[in-house]
Structures are given as structure tokens and as C-alpha cells.
């Protein structure tokens, strides 16, 4: 038994608001008898985390102070006594941050990830995190001998990323327009690239540039020295009709506006980056409906691509080292979401409790 446990507690980021996480002494988390504790082996950084950190909330995931950080694998450490009899102490996990309900209107209709009673789990800056029992019983999968703690825990964002690809329809063969080269839009270059499609890529920063590159793009464009892409990217697609398929993955309304101006007559628009809330975004009506344009906006993830993430990484389809650009202790943290703000080219790094 580890001297946490065995005080009772443990050290945690805790976020207070506004650009204000602190790395302190908690209690451990007392568990319920179908939760389990999990010692958190790797928790990754991300746009979101970053996003909470800025605006010192979210509405709907985390209401501070609380615990913060939500890409981790690790290791169980204990288990409430209801907790099925699969799931043992030393077991590798990678835990998923939500679960649905499978109840109520959305889960009954095939949505899940539009759950009315959502649930998300936040705590992944820590030594443990507690995973409520409908995430033990739904969404926390056994890791495989033969894959990293660190390959593991990209199984998040990678499932929204897989699910973004299923819902867009891409298929082999086919020309992509991915809008923003952070993780996740690098994320979908490598998964698209991999399949078969030919991705274009727009970004900023020469770092995101060589990143789209390595991960499989055949051409990118930096926003940051094109005042508009939008005529030089379409030159590159079949006829300069424009792309079968844009993803946009900045989640800016000008960004929004590309998208629509970049994908051909016929193709479909995924929006997947969203925008702050009343944000206006000017689209063509005219040209939507006599181009036949379709619409996605995919949010989140959900069970089944939970699952087809972690088979991918097993597979070999995404590796961490794509995305991983340094490594940190805990008590950095704050340091590094303060070098995080100021965009500094990193893409995802490595917090160890």
C-alpha cells in the first residue's frame, strides 16, 4: 500500500478559476461500492483542459474548485465491493471522462453522447482519480499487455476523432480539408491519411506545418502568412470544385466561413470545433441549398468509438509519440498551462503524478 493511501491522501491540481490551478495536498476521494480508485500512471494536456483553464469553468464538465484533467491510463488501486469481479487491483484501465445513462430520450434514440444526464468525470492531474461506477461498468476498458500507459491514454480525444470520421462519411480515395492543426486536427490528418484519403491542411505556426506534414498531409497552408487560403487550397482539390469532405477543427466563425467556401457541390461540412456561445457566422443560404451541401457537427464521443480508439491504438493506427511533445512532473502543471496560453507550438504533453 502506497503512503497516499495510507494517509488518506494525495496530491491533485485543483482548479479555483480563472487561470488559477494550484498542485495541493487532498483527501483521497472515497469511494462508492461500484467506483474504483485508479492510480494515475500518464494524464495528457489538451485544447479543452486548456480552454477550462482560460475561463476557469465549464459548464456542463467542471464547476470549480475541483479537480481538473480528464486523458489518463493507469492502474486500479482499490474497488468498491459491488464492483464486477473482472475488474481487480493491478488491472491496467484506461478510463473514458463521461458515461451515458443508456435511459433517457437521446440514449433510447442511438445519441448517447447527447445524454441528458451526461456524466463526466474530471481529475486526471493526480496521483488517483476516482471512476464513478457507471463509467466502470460502460466506458473503462482493460489496457493490452503489448500497449503503453501513454499510447492509452490518447483512447479520448482519439475516440471523438474516430467518431468525427464516421459521421463525415470520408471515404478512401476522397480529398479532405482539415481547418486547424492542434491535436485533434492532427489527430484527423493522421486517421484520414491512414485510410486512404488525400488530406490538405490549414494551420498556423510552421511547427503545426511540419506536424500536418509528418502525420500525412499532402500540402498545408499557415494561416498566419495567408491573409485567405481558401482560392489556393481549392486549386489543389479535382477541378478546383473544391474538397469532398472539410473538417474544421479551430472552432473560429472565420475559420466556419472557409469551411463552407472550401468543400464542393454535394460534399459535407463537418464542424466539429465549436464556437463560443452567441457567436454569429455568415453562411451563403443560396449557396448551401443549390450545392447540396450537408452539415455535421460532431460532439464528443461515445462508448462504441471509446472501444474503436483503444483497438486502433492497438493496432498500431495512432501512436502517443505522433502528438507527445514533452513530458512534465505534476507540480509543473501550472507552468506549463501558463507556456500553453501563450502558444508555444507544443501539441499535447505528458503530466506524470
Not at 482493460?142 to 499510447?151: G, H, K, N, Q, T
Request: glycine share 10%; aromatic share 6%; with cysteine.
Amino acid at each position: 500500500m502506497s503512503k497516499a493511501i495510507k494517509n488518506g491522501h494525495m496530491t491533485a491540481a485543483v482548479l479555483y478559476g480563472r487561470e488559477d490551478v494550484k498542485i495541493e495536498r487532498v483527501e483521497l476521494p472515497a469511494l462508492g461500492e461500484d467506483e474504483v480508485l485508479v492510480r494515475v500512471q500518464v494524464a495528457l494536456t489538451c485544447g479543452t483542459d486548456l480552454k477550462v483553464w482560460k475561463q476557469g469553468f465549464h459548464a456542463r464538465m467542471i464547476k470549480p474548485p475541483s479537480l481538473f484533467g480528464h486523458e489518463l491510463a493507469g492502474i486500479v488501486e482499490e474497488k468498491g465491493s459491488a464492483v464486477n469481479g473482472g475488474v481487480h487491483k493491478g488491472m491496467r484501465v484506461v478510463p473514458a471522462n463521461s458515461a451515458p445513462c443508456n435511459q433517457c430520450f437521446f440514449c433510447r434514440k442511438g445519441q448517447p453522447n447527447l445524454c441528458e444526464d451526461l456524466l463526466f468525470n474530471n481529475g486526471a492531474y493526480a496521483e488517483f482519480i476516482r471512476i464513478p461506477g457507471r463509467i466502470v461498468r460502460d466506458n473503462m476498458l482493460e489496457i493490452p499487455a503489448e500497449v503503453s500507459f501513454l499510447d492509452a491514454a490518447m483512447v479520448e480525444p482519439l475516440a471523438c476523432v474516430l467518431r468525427g470520421v464516421h459521421e463525415t462519411g470520408i471515404q478512401p480515395g476522397e480529398t479532405a480539408v482539415v481547418i486547424g492543426c492542434g491535436p485533434i486536427g492532427l489527430g484527423f490528418i493522421r486517421v484520414l491519411s491512414a485510410r486512404g484519403v488525400r488530406v490538405l491542411a490549414i494551420g498556423k505556426r510552421s511547427s503545426q506545418m511540419r506536424a500536418a506534414e509528418r502525420l500525412g498531409a499532402v500540402a498545408t497552408f499557415d494561416a498566419a502568412e495567408i491573409e485567405n487560403p481558401v482560392p489556393l487550397v481549392k486549386q489543389l482539390t479535382d477541378g478546383g470544385r473544391g474538397a469532398d469532405a472539410v473538417i474544421e477543427a479551430a472552432g473560429q466563425p472565420l475559420t466556419w466561413q472557409w469551411a463552407m467556401e472550401l468543400v464542393r457541390k454535394g460534399g459535407t461540412v463537418n464542424l466539429f470545433a465549436g464556437c463560443a456561445k452567441g457567436t454569429e457566422v455568415k453562411i451563403d443560404p443560396w449557396a448551401l441549398h443549390y450545392s447540396e451541401i450537408s452539415i455535421k457537427s460532431s460532439f464528443h464521443h461515445t462508448p462504441r468509438f471509446i472501444r474503436a480508439a483503444l483497438d486502433a491504438i492497438t493496432r498500431g493506427e495512432i501512436h502517443a509519440s505522433d502528438f507527445i511533445t514533452g513530458e512534465v512532473p505534476l507540480a509543473d502543471l501550472p507552468r506549463l498551462f501558463e507556456q500553453m496560453k501563450n502558444r508555444n507550438g507544443t501539441l499535447k504533453t505528458a503530466v506524470i503524478p
